[in-house]
């Protein structure tokens, strides 16, 4: 290729990536503003950055791979409602992986000891099994649908309560995990739409809201 024409070639490129920043920061400011009363009328804050959301948190996705970040972080005045876009990478060279996921969480509950409960997948199948920590609930459709990770047998079974059992059965929480650590309650989702985050975190509320109702009495008490 004659040089004048890779030249040319490259200045289209770099002007073509140039007007897609431009256009992609004109997106999301028009975005941001149109947010900006829906966030409001909630009492709710939004942050482009704010990784100290996730701190202390060992659950799947945390902990694992590099670059971990959390942006457009949504906290409620009384900080007792975070929902974020959480990313990471795996690998390296040629293998490597970007993942992303939407978290909502409930804060401020119950310090329980560390309990997941993740859609039934290969993967969640090999964490369970790396774990040692897999927990079996006597009904073949949940297991089927979920598999229970967990630290402490006893808190497990109280949890995982004919009622709360009932309630992962139903449609709206199929695909996602659902975890308990450190007093948060965590919803996860695969990656929200920036435009739909206020909407998104509407409904994971509401369904963590669901299952914090369900937590024993007992355990309130015993782990607050």
Not at 74 to 88: A, C, E, G, N, P
């Amino acid at each position: 290729m004659e040089p004048i024409i890779a030249t040319v070639l490259i200045m289209v490129m770099i002007g073509g990536v140039g007007a897609w920043v431009v256009s992609d920061g004109r997106k999301r400011k028009a975005t941001t503003a149109a947010l900006a009363e829906p966030l409001s009328a909630r009492g709710w804050t939004l942050a482009e950055r704010g990784d100290q959301v996730a701190a202390g948190l060992t659950v799947v996705p945390f902990g694992a791979g590099s670059q971990r970040r959390c942006e457009d972080v949504i906290q409620s005045r009384d900080k007792d409602v975070v929902s974020f876009t959480y990313r990471w990478t795996t690998g390296s060279g040629k293998h490597k992986n970007h993942h992303t996921r939407r978290v909502t969480m409930l804060m401020g509950g119950p310090k329980l000891p560390k309990l997941e409960v993740d859609a039934d997948t290969v993967i969640a199948k090999l964490r369970a099994a790396a774990s040692g920590g897999h927990h079996n609930i006597e009904l073949a459709e949940f297991n089927k649908a979920w598999s229970v990770r967990l630290t402490d047998e006893r808190v497990g079974q109280a949890v995982i309560h004919p009622l709360m059992i009932d309630r992962f059965m139903q449609p709206d929480l199929f695909g996602r995990s659902v975890f308990f650590e450190k007093g948060r309650i965590g919803l996860v989702d695969y990656v929200v739409q920036f435009e739909d985050i206020v909407i998104h975190t509407d409904a994971a509320v509401a369904t963590l809201r669901d299952i914090d109702r369900l937590i024993p009495e007992f355990l309130r008490a015993e782990f607050a």
